[in-house]
T-cell receptor, first 115, second 113 residues
Framework: AQSVTQPDIHITVSEGASLELRCNYS??????LFWYVQSPGQGLQLLLK??????LVQGIKGFEAEFKRSQSSFNLRKPSVHWSDAAEYFC?????????????FGAGTQVVVTP | DTEVTQTPKHLVMGMTNKKSLKCEQH?????MYWYKQKAKKPPELMFV???????INESVPSRFSPECPNSSLLNLHLHALQPEDSALYLC????????????FGPGTRLTVL
């Protein structure tokens, strides 16, 4: 079945430590890939996107993501986490030929940052 | 202007009330979306408008009625809602409906009593 999987529901990381959030997709062709961040009670903010080309994508707030076709993955990374990075992170796919106009969101990963 | 605005931020309504949510964007986007989001869950698509025409209705109950008066505005009319309709309602827009990135508004927190 077609799906987007974020294996980690909850991650706790110390401030200043590195962060990696996992995202795997299961689609026949490579979809468009996105990472969004949502602070409590707020809307979703786009961190970065991948359509094609360079597989290492730079985003806002110091985030980057790497697309790996062989692993059907699009993992999000940040070298040094700040307390303000505590939020919910959603991986999403779009551009699906059989789901025109729709995004498929992962379940989300909640990131907690400790001092 | 690269933002999507939504009003009101919070709304409390009774089950017999009629209210409306409003969304506005001035990015020249021709696709606009309504999502419903429950706590700790990803957004669920409700409606998609493409060039001011309703393109997708995800089998949403008729007590939710969308309207797109022009390319910048999107409304969601609410009538006879149920307590389980309490949620964060998000509006989003994109250049066109084709997998482009969507830009989200801050949402309206709706509570149905």
């Amino acid at each position: 079945a077609q799906s987007v999987t974020q294996p980690d529901i909850h991650i706790t990381v110390s401030e200043g430590a590195s962060l990696e959030l996992r995202c795997n997709y299961s689609y026949g062709a490579t979809p468009y890939l996105f990472w969004y961040v949502q602070s409590p009670g707020q809307g979703l903010q786009l961190l970065l996107k991948y359509f094609s080309g360079d597989t290492l994508v730079q985003g806002i707030k110091g985030f980057e993501a790497e697309f790996k076709r062989s692993q059907s993955s699009f993992n999000l990374r940040k070298p040094s986490v700040h307390w303000s990075d505590a939020a919910e992170y959603f991986c999403a796919v779009g551009g699906l030929t059989d789901s025109w106009g729709k995004f498929q969101f992962g379940a989300g990963t909640q990131v907690v940052v400790t001092p | 202007d690269t933002e999507v605005t939504q009003t009101p931020k919070h709304l409390v309504m009774g089950m017999t009330n009629k209210k409306s949510l409003k969304c506005e964007q001035h990015m020249g986007h021709r696709a606009m979306y309504w999502y419903k989001q429950k706590a700790k869950k990803p957004p669920e698509l409700m409606f998609v408008y493409s060039y001011e025409k309703l393109s997708i209705n995800e089998s949403v109950p008729s007590r939710f009625s969308p309207e797109c008066p022009n390319s910048s505005l999107l409304n969601l009319h609410l009538h006879a809602l149920q307590p389980e309709d309490s949620a964060l309602y998000l509006c989003a827009s994109s250049q066109v409906v084709n997998g482009n990135e969507q830009f989200f508004g801050p949402g309206t927190r709706l509570t149905v009593l």
